[in-house]
T-cell receptor
Framework: DGGITQSPKYLFRKEGQNVTLSCEQN?????MYWYRQDPGQGLRLIYY???????QKGDIAEGYSVSREKKESFPLTVTSAQKNPTAFYLC?????????????FGPGTRLTVL | AQSVAQPEDQVNVAEGNPLTVKCTYSVSGNPYLFWYVQYPNRGLQFLLK??????LVKGSYGFEAEFNKSQTSFHLKKPSALVSDSALYFCAVEDSSGSARQLTFGSGTQLTVLP
């Protein structure tokens, strides 16, 4: 069953803790993305990666970090420096970061800071 | 800079009636336009896209969208709405002249189809 998986589905964090969100794809896509979704604001790009061992900051990268050691995996770490981390986080992938390439999304992780 | 606007936060329509969800965009070059749908606590599902060619694009689940360059719009339409179409709809744009291939999303429109 091909697709994008994200885990966990729900995540609770205490203030001051770092947490890592998992994103895995078996679509053989080169490009992967992380978005944050807040009510009434649509999706905002955090980081993206066009190829293994390379990634770029998106519009709201402060307080987040990523790695891309494998083609299939693009984990996102929410650090204690992120001032308002409670949100719904969506991972996406596309064949390549080209203008006609459709992005396909995972089911999301809802992060709540206690 | 590229931007996209969805002027309606909420659209209500009766089942069986036609539906329209509005989207306008702003780009420097040619636009690449997308529609996605999101059900509660789920990821986004791709519906359709416009890259070039025919201005009327047909997508999944009976949805279609019309690209209008003069009005810079890309409205989503369906001839006969179903209760199961109730969801959050997002329009997204990518500027063909941009150096970084990034999608910019609208704020979303909540569609409610009333039985």
């Amino acid at each position: 069953d091909g697709g994008i998986t994200q885990s966990p589905k729900y995540l609770f964090r205490k203030e001051g803790q770092n947490v890592t969100l998992s994103c895995e794809q078996n679509l053989n896509h080169d490009a992967m993305y992380w978005y944050r979704q807040d009510p009434g604001q649509g999706l905002r790009l955090i980081y993206y990666s066009q190829i293994v061992n390379d990634f770029q900051k998106g519009d709201i990268a402060e307080g987040y970090s990523v790695s891309r050691e494998k083609k299939e995996s693009f984990p996102l770490t929410v650090t204690s420096a992120q001032k308002n981390p409670t949100a719904f986080y969506l991972c996406a992938s596309s064949i390549a970061q080209g203008m006609t390439d459709t992005q396909y999304f995972g089911p999301g992780t809802r992060l709540t800071v206690l | 800079a590229q931007s996209v606007a969805q002027p309606e936060d909420q659209v209500n329509v009766a089942e069986g009636n036609p539906l329209t969800v509005k989207c306008t965009y702003s780009v420097s070059g040619n636009p690449y336009l997308f529609w996605y749908v999101q059900y509660p606590n789920r990821g986004l599902q791709f519906l359709l896209k416009y890259i070039t060619g025919d201005n009327l694009v047909k997508g999944s689940y009976g949805f279609e969208a019309e690209f209008n360059k003069s009005q810079t719009s890309f409205h989503l339409k369906k001839p006969s709405a179903l209760v199961s179409d109730s969801a959050l709809y997002f329009c997204a744009v990518e500027d063909s002249s941009g150096s970084a291939r990034q999608l910019t999303f609208g704020s979303g429109t909540q569609l409610t189809v009333l039985p």
